[in-house]
């Protein structure tokens, strides 16, 4: 089935990701609107409506008609876990969340179908179990918000509308011109001989390649029988070392020095201004219902994907 003369409306699409997807969705044929709280700093074939993420405005009505709508908003959690940030964190993706949900009752004919980004950090921090979508929930600041995102996304979602919940890992992508996240950071310290064991290294380090989120997308939007929830992430999780290990073979330095855990607690807030414990814990999850419903990743093993990432920016930055 083809996505022409479908209307996807993207919220919090300023971002990599939500520009990935518009990028992806265009070029299929489908029309895109994105939403979003700043300036989008990527041109390209979609109509974009400034929104502040909490309130009502005029920009519900590009809900009226539209195909489906897909909900990325939300603040970064690549921050210091101050009291402020933290509650805006929460805020930002429940009222988000709550607002779409006003929209798509405030229009005649609302989408049909309701895409939603939730986290794979919902299951908290486990040293070695692999998560799947069966799995129990973990304790903490992301599965608190985890569990509070999804249940307002259950609270807003129309009767009528078919919903389908992303709990995402960690994505790694090529720079859209809006910020290619936390890859870009990652592929500095791997070039400069940085990218080495961080803890134990056995932490899990589960991924997506951004093209393959896309292709999830897309087949929500195609296939009517997808509903309910989804891990959205690689068959294949690395652990922080293996991640590490591929990363500096994909950027040509053959070294990368370790990094104790004390080390890291004190130079992630001072040098980075971001949380150790990003760095310092992880998880390994599995996306058992994708693998049962025979989806055919594109990027299933970590070498090939990050291989492809920065082999195309290289090229691209040369021209």
């Not at 518009?22 to 709280?37: N, Q």
């Not at 609270?155 to 859209?176: E, I």
């Not at 990652?186 to 989120?213: N, T, Y």
């Not at 330095?253 to 004190?266: D, E, F, H, K, Q």
Request: aromatic share 8%.
């Amino acid at each position: 089935m083809s996505l022409e003369n479908r209307k996807v409306v993207i919220a919090g699409g300023s971002g990599f990701l939500g520009v990935s997807l518009a990028k992806h969705l265009t070029d299929a044929g489908a029309s895109v609107v994105i939403l979003s709280r700043n300036p989008l700093k990527v041109e390209g074939p979609w109509i974009h409506h400034t929104w502040d993420g909490r309130t009502l405005g005029d920009w519900h009505r590009e809900l009226d008609g539209a195909s489906a709508l897909v909900n990325y908003a939300g603040r970064s959690v690549d921050c210091l876990k101050t009291l402020d940030n933290c509650d805006e964190i929460l805020r930002s993706r429940i009222e988000s969340t709550r607002v779409l949900g006003e929209a798509v009752r405030a229009v005649s004919a609302p989408p049909a179908l309701w895409a939603q980004m939730s986290t794979a950090h919902i299951y908290g921090d486990p040293p070695s179990a692999i998560c799947d979508e069966g799995s129990p929930f973990g304790m903490g600041l992301a599965p608190t918000v985890g569990k509070a995102w999804e249940e307002e996304f259950r609270a807003s979602l129309l009767d009528s509308q078919r919903g389908v919940v992303l709990r995402t890992s960690f994505v790694v992508g090529r720079d859209q011109g809006a910020g290619g996240g936390a890859l870009d950071t990652l592929a500095f310290l791997a070039r400069i001989g940085l990218a080495g064991r961080i803890g134990s290294g056995a932490q899990g380090m589960s991924w997506i390649h951004e093209c393959d989120v896309n292709r999830i997308v897309e087949r929500a939007l195609i296939d009517e029988d997808m509903e309910g929830v989804y891990i959205a992430s690689s068959p294949n999780p690395a652990s922080q070392i293996e991640f590490m290990r591929h990363l500096r073979k994909a950027v040509g330095m053959p070294i990368g020095l370790p990094a104790t855990a004390w080390m890291v607690r004190i130079g992630a807030p001072l040098i980075f201004r971001t949380d150790p414990k990003l760095a310092l814990y992880g998880r390994y999850v599995m996306p058992k219902r994708f693998i049962d419903e025979s989806f055919d990743f594109e990027f299933p093993e970590l070498g090939h994907a990050l291989k492809e990432i920065l082999t195309k920016r290289k090229s691209a930055n040369k021209s």
